[in-house]
């Protein structure tokens, strides 16, 4: 039996016709931008994470951009981050004009080292961006100890942290804004394209709903600087609402199949660290001959991912950081390392034992 990386197509099949229902619905109102769909979903999210408002955007990526933008971050101003994430992180930041400083993450937690945040402060930081990789909180206390101390600001990329949890609170809301993505293999998947900011800061929901319109304070009248549209859909704010409201369960879900996992490979590779607030994105585990073991994987018709190969230090786009191979020795190893195994909602507990037994078969 072939065990598949993710499953979308059998993730939605339950949905469908509610999907098809609220896309017929759409069709018959005419409004297909922002709107009562998307308004509904920003309150249904906001409740769910506990934060005063939510702002729905285009896509992740446009969330963190948006969320600098909002602070005035622009030319002449550095923005730390990790050189462990997808390379929107950076990207993002780079779209603002701002320069991007990597760190380095802790060799347990996967995430960004406080340590390495702290020494990378110049006068010129105006931002920390810290990444729930894998949908593993950041140490959230450490960082924001020592943002408030610098006097800058916390952004959290959660695109990867739908329903992770930091002791009490929600991942996302910790920092003055926290940016998600709606890509459809992330935990919580629009059917196209999306993203949202998650802020208790009224003036910054404010500004946001203004930067993600073409600034638009009333039709026509452009206030802001580096607007442009960045509007999420009706339909897919339909489509994330009806989504939303299963988000725990495809989460439990998760959990289960990752708590297997660490049980049964306990020994045998390399394993995420446990944090009783992770929201299992990723499973990703640590193997000596990655690459080995992920053809031998393959052979037995199991798939497999690798997130990420290249840390964004060492990715050609940012040559012009200056980086180079020996600046950030844990993300190194880890990319060398990392493969991430199936997991996902509606996962059998004999395609996880399939998986199992085939890592413990390799040799
Ligand atoms: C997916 C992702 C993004 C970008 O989100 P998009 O919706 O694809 O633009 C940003 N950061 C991280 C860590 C991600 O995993």
Known sequence: MPVPFVDLKLHHSTLKQEILDAVSRILDSGTFILGPEVEGFEQDFATYLGVKHVVAVNSGTSALELALRAIGIGPGDEVITTTMTFVATVTAIVATGAKPVLADVTQNEWTLDPDGFEKAITPRTKAVIPVHLHGRPANMQAISRIARQAGIAVIEDAAQAHGATIGTQMAGTLGVMGCFSFYPAKNLGACGEGGAIATNDDELAEKLRLLRDWG????????MPGCGNFR????????????????DAWLAARRRLAEK??????GTVGLPLSHPGHAWHVFSIRAKNRDRLRHFLQ?????????????AHLQPMFASLALKAGDFPVSESLVDEF???????????QQCETVIDAIKAYK
């Open 216 to 223: 638009q304070s009333q039709r026509y009248r452009h206030d």
């Open 339 to 349: 493969l991430s195994l199936p997991l996902f909602p509606e996962m059998t507990d």
């Open 232 to 247: 999420m859909d009706a339909i897919q704010g339909a489509i994330l609402t009806l989504k939303l409201r299963r988000l």
């Open 261 to 266: 996992y660490l049980m049964a490979l306990d």
């Open 299 to 311: 052979d037995r018709h199991i798939a497999s991912g690798c997130h990420y190969p290249i840390p």
